[in-house]
C-alpha cells in the first residue's frame, strides 16, 4: 500500500519508518516458518520412522517446486518494483497479473506431470527403499501433489505485496496458513489418529486457504498493485520474458543449490548415525542463524527494485550499506542469544554425547561464519537481481557451490577424515569465496546495466 513507502528526509524512497513496516512482518513470517517446520517435524515423528521417511523424502521434491515458484515470483517482484520506480502504476500491475496467471499455469502443468510421472518418482528417483515407506511416501505425494498450483498463487501474491511494500498481508496470510497447518496435523494425529493422511490434508488445506484469500486482496483495485479480475488469460511475451529473465536464472541456482544440499546429505550419511543426527540438528539451528538475513533479503529485492526503476543509483548504493549493515547487527544478536541457550536446544533433543558435542562444535563455527561472511555472500546478490542482473548470479552461486561446497566437503570430510565438521567448514569456504565474487561484481559496477524496464 501507498501509505508504506513515504520519501525520507533526505528524499529517499524509503525512510526507517516504512522500511520497518516492511522488515519487521518479512522477519516474523520467516521465523513462523521455521518454528512451524519444527513443531510438523516433532509431530510427524509420532506416526512413525516409516511416515517420517516417507514424508521426508517427498518434501525434497516439493521444496524444489518452492524454490521454482519463489524464483519466478522474485522475477515478478523485481519487474513490478522497478515499474513502480519509473510511477508506471499501469505497467506494474500489467506484470503482476502475468505474473499470476503464468505461475499458476506452469504449477497445473508440473503437477499434471507429477501424477503422471508419480510411479517414476517413487520408485526412480527415490531408489529403493522399504515398502511401508513407500506406502507412506505415496499416500503423502498423491495429496500433497494437489497443493502444488496452490502453493505458487501464494508465492506469486507475497511477492507482490512485497514488491508494493505491504509485507504486512503476505505475513498475515502466512500466520493463518501456518495455524491451519498446525492445528490440522495436531487435531488428525491426535485427535483422529490418521497417519500420513493427517500430515498431507491440512497441508493442502491451508495452501489452498492461503492461496484464495492472496488473490482476493490482489484483485482489489484499491491496492497499488493489482491484478485483472478476469478468468481469460492474455498471454503477453514481452512481460513474461522479462519475469523469465530474473525468474529462470534464480530458479537454477536454487535448484543446483538444493542438488548440491542432497549430494553433500549422501556423504554426511557415510560418516554414520551421530554425524546424521548432529547434521539434522544442526541445519535447524542454524536457520535461525540467518533467520534475519532471508528477511532482509526479501526487503532487498523490494527496495532496491524499485530505486533500479527510478535510475537513482545513489539510492541503492545508500540502502546497500543501510540493509548490509542491519543484517550484520542482527544476524550477531541471534547467533548471541542461540549461543547462551545452546545447551538447553541440544538437551531437548536428547542427543547422545558425541552427537551433542559434533552439533556444539557445528553450531558454534556456523554461528561465526553467518555474523562474518553470510550478509555478504548472500544479501549482496539479492542486489544484483533486484537491478536486473541474475545471470551473473547464477554463475557465481553455481561455481563456488560445486568447487568449494561439495569439492571441499569431499576432500575435508572424506579423505582429511574431519567427518561432519569438514562439511560444515567447506559450506562456510563457499560463502568466503561467494563474498570474493560478489564484492569484485559490486565494486566492477557492470550490474548496474541490467535494468530490464
Known amino acids: 500500500m501507498t501509505e508504506h513507502i513515504k520519501s525520507g528526509r533526505e528524499g529517499y524512497l524509503f525512510d526507517n519508518k516504512a522500511l520497518a513496516a516492511l522488515i519487521i512482518p518479512l522477519v516474523i513470517e520467516q521465523f513462523l516458518a521455521v518454528l512451524v517446520g519444527m513443531a510438523d517435524s516433532i509431530m510427524i515423528a509420532s506416526v512413525g520412522e516409516a511416515a517420517v521417511s516417507g514424508v521426508s523424502l517427498v518434501d525434497q521434491l516439493m521444496i524444489l517446486l518452492i524454490n521454482i515458484f519463489a524464483a519466478l515470483a522474485t522475477g515478478g517482484a523485481v519487474v513490478a ?81 512485497r514488491a508494493m511494500g ?120 542454524a536457520s535461525f542463524h540467518v533467520l534475519p538475513g532471508m528477511a532482509m533479503s526479501l526487503a532487498i529485492t523490494t527496495v532496491i527494485s524499485r530505486c533500479v526503476g527510478a535510475g537513482d543509483y545513489e539510492q541503492v548504493k545508500h540502502y546497500t550499506k543501510k540493509l548490509l549493515i542491519l543484517t550484520y547487527m542482527t544476524i550477531l544478536a541471534t547467533v548471541g542469544m542461540i549461543y547462551f541457550i545452546l545447551p538447553q536446544i541440544l538437551g531437548a533433543y536428547h542427543l547422545s554425547a558425541k552427537t551433542a558435542e559434533t552439533a556444539y562444535r557445528i553450531l558454534a563455527f556456523h554461528g561465526v561464519g553467518a555474523i562474518m561472511i553470510w550478509p555478504i555472500a548472500f544479501n549482496l546478490p539479492s542486489v544484483f537481481r533486484a537491478a536486473g542482473d541474475a545471470k551473473m548470479c547464477m554463475l557465481i552461486s553455481i561455481l563456488s557451490m560445486w568447487i568449494f561446497r561439495i569439492g571441499f566437503s569431499y576432500l575435508l570430510g572424506r579423505y582429511l577424515r574431519m567427518g561432519v565438521f569438514g562439511v560444515w567448514v567447506a559450506m562456510v569456504i563457499d560463502w568466503f569465496f561467494r563474498c570474493i565474487f560478489f564484492v569484485i561484481r559490486y565494486f566492477g559496477g557492470k550490474w548496474k546495466q541490467g535494468a530490464i524496464v
Open 81 to 161: 518494483g522497478q515499474y513502480l520506480g519509473q510511477n508506471r502504476k499501469k505497467d506494474a500491475c500489467k506484470s503482476a497479473t502475468q505474473l499470476v496467471w503464468f505461475i499458476t499455469i506452469s504449477a497445473i502443468v508440473i503437477t499434471a506431470a507429477v501424477y503422471v510421472g508419480k510411479y517414476w518418482i517413487l520408485h526412480g528417483v527415490f531408489g529403493k527403499i522399504e515398502n511401508d515407506v513407500m506406502g507412506h511416501a505415496n499416500i503423502y505425494l498423491l495429496i500433497v501433489s494437489a497443493s502444488i498450483p496452490f502453493m505458487a498463487m501464494y508465492n506469486g501474491g507475497a511477492a507482490i505485496f
Open 166 to 285: 505491504n509485507s504486512q498481508m503476505s505475513m498475515k496470510i502466512s500466520m493463518i496458513m501456518n495455524v491451519i497447518n498446525v492445528c490440522g496435523n495436531a487435531f488428525m494425529i491426535y485427535g483422529l489418529r490418521l497417519g500420513t493422511e493427517g500430515v498431507a490434508i491440512p497441508t493442502l488445506i491451508s495452501r489452498m486457504v492461503a492461496a484464495v484469500i492472496i488473490i482476493f486482496r490482489l484483485c482489489d483495485k484499491k491496492q497499488t498493485l493489482h491484478i485483472e479480475r478476469t478468468w481469460r488469460y492474455r498471454f503477453d511475451w514481452p512481460e513474461v520474458k522479462k519475469i523469465l529473465s530474473i525468474g529462470i536464472p534464480n530458479g537454477l541456482e536454487n535448484s543446483m543449490f538444493q542438488l548440491g544440499k542432497i549430494l553433500v546429505l549422501s556423504l554426511v550419511s557415510t560418516f554414520g548415525t551421530y554425524a546424521i543426527a548432529a547434521n539434522a540438528v544442526s541445519n535447524v539451528v
